[in-house]
C-alpha cells in the first residue's frame, strides 16, 4: 500500500508521540532515584518483527534507538492479548545489555492481528550478586551480577506470573523498589498499547502497517545519503580503557571505518580479547547490535539533525566482529559495566569519523566518570539504603561551531543529575560541593566541555560507594585540530588530610562516619589552536571559574591581572607562544597515552592481536598478561618480533597450549 509523505509525516509524528507518552508515564511513576531522576530508561514502539520505529527523544536514554527485539521476541512461543514478556539476561537474544536492565516487551493485536509491540527497559538499581548495585570491576562471571531471568511472561493475558515476580524479588537487595519500577513499565507498555489502538482508529490498520515499514525506510534512504556526502575509504582509530581487569593493565578497543558509497562497515579488528572483568560488551556477534550503533548514529544525527531516529537508520551498517574479544565476548563473561566500554566505544567511533569530517565533528567527550550509589542504613529510620546519588559526567567536545557543553553532553548528556536536595532526603550523606571542575575541559580554540566534580561525607556507618565506570585517569579525552586533551578524572578519599587517599579506578570501597569523597570525571577534548580562541572567552572562562589565570597564561597565552587582561602584554606572549608553538599532529591523546604508545604502538599491538587470535579464547587474556609482564616497563620495543620471541617462550612453558595449537593446525 502506497502512503503519501504528507501522511507519512504525521504519522511519524503521532508514533513518535505515542512512544513520548510511554516514557511519560514511566517517568511520573517510577520509585528509584535512578529511573524517576537520572532517567535511565528506554520506550519505544516497533514492528511484529521487533524494528523499532518510534522512539521518545525528550526523555529517557538516547542509546537504544537503534534497538531490534526480534530475537527475544521469537524466543516467545504465543502470543495472547494481555501479555508482557520480560527479560534482564544479556546472553538471552542479545537485547538486555547488563543484568541490571530490565527490557519488556507487549504484543499489540488489533481486531485479533498482531500489529507491532510496544517495548522499553529500565536500569534496576539493583539485582542482587556480589555487590550492591550488581555491577562492578572486579566481578569475572555473569553468574555474580546478579539474578538473570530469559525471555518470559511475567503477565499472561493480564494476570501476573506470581512465580517469576517472587523469584526475583526475593533475589534483590530492594524488593519493593524493583517492583515499583516494574508496575511502572507494566503502566507504560498499557498506555503505549492505547496510544496505538488511538492512531490505528485515526488511519486505519492498513495504513498502519504500511507506513511503519516506510518509516524504516525514509530513515534509511536520510541515511543513505548523508554517508554518500562522507568521503570513500578507511579510517582507522583506537583508544585504550586504564584497565582490563582490577589492578590490570589498559584494554584497547580498535576500529577500522570503512566508508563505500552510501554504506559504512565497523571493522573492530584489533580489539583486545574478551576480559575477567565485568567490561566486555555482549553483541552475541549481531553486526547491527545496539551498544555498536549508537556512536554512528550519534555521528549521523549531528550531520543532519532532521534525520528520523529508528532502526532503519541501522540498515546501512554492518560490522565485523572478532569472536572472543571485548567486543564480541563468549558466556559466561561478566559484562555489567558494559557502560565504560561502551562510552570508549562511541569514542572510538567519533575518532574514526573526525577524520572523514574534520570540519563537521567535535573532539572527544569525556566519558570517563562514575555513576555513584550508596549502599548504608538510614540513622533516622533504620531502613536500608540503596539508591544513586547521580552520575558524574563530563562535558562534550569542542567543535568547529563552538565549545563544548559544560558538565554533560555528547554521549552522556540523556544522564539527568539527581538534585542536591533530593540525595540528602534520601540518602544518609552530606553533600558538601557540587559543581564543574576548573581546568579540566581540553584548552582549544573552542574550549572542550568541563567535567563534574562532587564532594559528599558518610553519615552512617558500613557505607559502601559503587562508583561504576571509573575510567580516565590515565587515558584522557583526546583533542583534534590542535587542541588539547582534556584534564583525567580522579577518585580520592579524605582528601587535604593526612588521610588522603588515591582510589585510582577502584569502583567499591566502605566508609564510615566523617569520610569525605571527592570524585570527578575527566574533561573533555578542545578543538584548534588554543593560541586562537577569543581573548574575551578566555577572560570569561576566568571569570565564570572555567579556567584559571595560570591556564590562561600558560595554555591561552592571555594576561590577566586586576580583573581584566593586558591586551599589549597578550599579545606579546601569544606571539611567544606561537613562534615556539609546533603544530600537533591531528589528535593529541595526552601525556598517558603518548608515553604507552612509546611501546605498544600500532605495529606492535597487531602482532600482539595476530597472535592471541591464534589462541583458544580461554587463554587469550593470560598470555596477554603474560606477555604485558615480559615487556616490562622498556623505554622503546622496536618491532614485533621480540613480542613473537616471548610467545614462543611461553608455548614452551605451556606445552598443554602448544599442543591445542598443534592439533588445530593439523
Known amino acids: 500500500m502506497k502512503i503519501d509523505k504528507i501522511t507519512l509525516e504525521i504519522l511519524k509524528n503521532h508514533s513518535r508521540a505515542a512512544a513520548e507518552s510511554m516514557a511519560y508515564t514511566l517517568y511520573r511513576t517510577a520509585h528509584s532515584t535512578f529511573v524517576k531522576e537520572t532517567e535511565d530508561f528506554t520506550c519505544g514502539i516497533t514492528t511484529p518483527d521487533g524494528e523499532t520505529f518510534a522512539s521518545p527523544v525528550e526523555l529517557g536514554v538516547t542509546w537504544f534507538v537503534g534497538l531490534n527485539y526480534k530475537t527475544v521476541i521469537e524466543m516467545i512461543g504465543e502470543y495472547e492479548e494481555g501479555d508482557i514478556c520480560i527479560t534482564n539476561d544479556p546472553y538471552s537474544g542479545h537485547v538486555s545489555t547488563h543484568s541490571p536492565d530490565m527490557h519488556c516487551w507487549k504484543p499489540v493485536f488489533f481486531g485479533g ?8 527497559h529500565i536500569h534496576n538499581t539493583d539485582v542482587g550478586g556480589a555487590v550492591p548495585a550488581s555491577i562492578s570491576r572486579t566481578l569475572s562471571e555473569i553468574h555474580q551480577e546478579g539474578i538473570r531471568i530469559p525471555p518470559t511472561k511475567i503477565v499472561r493475558r493480564g494476570e501476573f506470573n506470581k512465580e517469576v515476580l517472587d523469584i526475583m524479588l526475593t533475589n534483590v537487595r530492594m524488593p519493593e523498589q524493583n517492583w515499583g519500577d516494574l508496575k511502572a513499565q507494566i503502566a507504560a507498555m498499557n498506555t503505549g498499547e492505547r496510544r496505538v489502538h488511538e492512531i490505528i482508529n485515526k488511519f ?6 504500511a507506513g511503519i515499514q516506510d518509516l524504516l525506510s525514509y530513515a534509511e534512504a536520510q541515511v543513505r545519503s548523508i554517508i554518500s556526502d562522507l568521503p570513500d575509504g578507511n579510517y582507522f582509530f583506537a583508544d585504550y580503557m586504564d584497565e582490563d581487569s582490577e589492578d590490570g593493565y589498559p584494554c584497547r578497543l580498535a576500529l577500522t571505518l570503512i566508508i563505500s558509497g552510501d554504506s559504512i562497515t565497523l571493522d573492530f579488528t584489533g580489539s583486545d580479547p574478551q576480559i575477567e572483568s565485568s567490561i566486555n560488551i555482549p553483541t552475541g556477534g549481531q553486526e547491527r547490535h545496539a551498544l555498536l550503533m549508537v556512536g554512528v548514529i550519534y555521528i ?3 550531520l543532519d539533525p532532521k534525520l528520523f531516529l529508528n532502526a532503519g537508520v541501522c540498515r546501512a551498517i554492518g560490522s565485523i566482529l572478532p569472536e572472543g574479544t571485548v567486543i564480541n565476548p563468549a558466556f559466561p563473561a561478566a559484562v555489567g559495566l558494559r557502560t565504560l566500554s561502551v562510552q570508549r566505544l562511541m569514542g572510538l567511533i567519533f575518532g574514526a569519523f573526525v577524520q572523514a569530517a574534520p570540519e563537521k565533528l567535535p573532539a572527544s567527550p569525556a566519558s570517563g566518570g562514575p555513576i555513584m550509589n550508596v549502599n548504608t542504613i538510614d540513622n533516622r529510620t533504620g531502613r536500608r539504603v540503596v539508591a544513586a546519588v547521580g552520575p558524574i559526567t563530563g562535558g562534550a567536545g569542542g567543535s568547529p561551531l563552538g565549545d563544548g557543553t559544560e558538565g554533560s553532553g555528547a554521549n552522556s548528556s540523556f544522564l539527568k543529575n539527581t538534585p542536591v536536595e533530593i540525595n540528602e532526603i534520601e540518602v544518609p550523606i552530606k553533600i558538601k560541593r557540587y559543581g564543574l571542575a576548573k581546568d579540566s575541559g581540553g584548552a582549544g580554540k573552542y574550549r572542550g566541555g568541563t567535567a563534574i566534580e562532587m564532594w559528599f561525607e558518610a553519615l552512617a556507618p558500613n557505607t559502601r560507594v559503587t562508583a561504576r565506570n571509573m575510567d580516565r585517569t590515565r587515558f584522557t579525552s583526546w583533542g583534534v585540530q590542535n587542541g588539547r586533551a582534556g584534564a583525567p578524572s580522579y577518585f580520592l578519599l579524605n582528601p587535604n588530610t593526612n588521610a588522603e587517599r588515591n582510589l585510582g579506578n577502584l569502583d567499591f570501597i566502605k566508609i ?9 570525571s575527566g574533561g573533555a577534548g578542545g578543538w584548534g589552536n588554543p593560541l586562537e580562541r577569543d581573548i574575551d572567552a578566555v577572560f570569561q572562562d576566568v571569570k565564570r571559574g572555567f579556567v584559571s589565570q595560570k591556564s590562561a597564561l600558560e595554555d591561552y597565552g592571555v594576561v590577566i591581572s586586576n580583573e581584566s587582561y593586558d591586551l599589549e602584554a597578550t599579545e606579546k606572549r601569544r606571539s611567544e607562544l606561537m613562534n615556539s608553538f609546533a603544530d600537533n599532529d591531528f589528535f593529541d591523546y595526552g601525556v598517558g597515552r603518548v608515553e604507552y604508545e612509546k611501546i605498544w604502538n600500532k605495529a606492535n599491538y597487531d602482532t600482539l592481536t ?9 587463554w587469550r587474556f593470560f598470555i596477554k598478561h603474560r606477555i604485558f609482564e615480559m615487556v616490562g616497563n622498556q623505554e622503546t620495543l622496536d618491532s614485533g618480533e621480540k613480542i613473537s620471541t616471548y610467545f614462543e617462550g611461553l608455548l614452551t612453558e605451556f606445552p598443554q597450549l602448544e599442543e591445542t595449537l598443534r592439533k588445530e593446525t593439523d
Not at 492481528?113 to 522499553?120: A, D, S, T
Not at 486505519?204 to 502497517?209: A, M, R, T
Not at 562516619?513 to 570527578?520: E, I, N
Not at 595476530?610 to 580461554?618: G, Q
Open 610 to 618: 595476530k597472535i592471541l587470535a591464534r589462541i583458544p579464547i580461554h
Open 300 to 302: 549521523l544525527y549531528s
Open 113 to 120: 492481528e498482531l500489529v507491532c509491540f510496544v517495548v522499553g
Open 204 to 209: 486505519g490498520v492498513d495504513v498502519f502497517k
Open 512 to 520: 564510615g562516619p566523617g569520610d569525605v569523597v571527592h570524585v570527578a
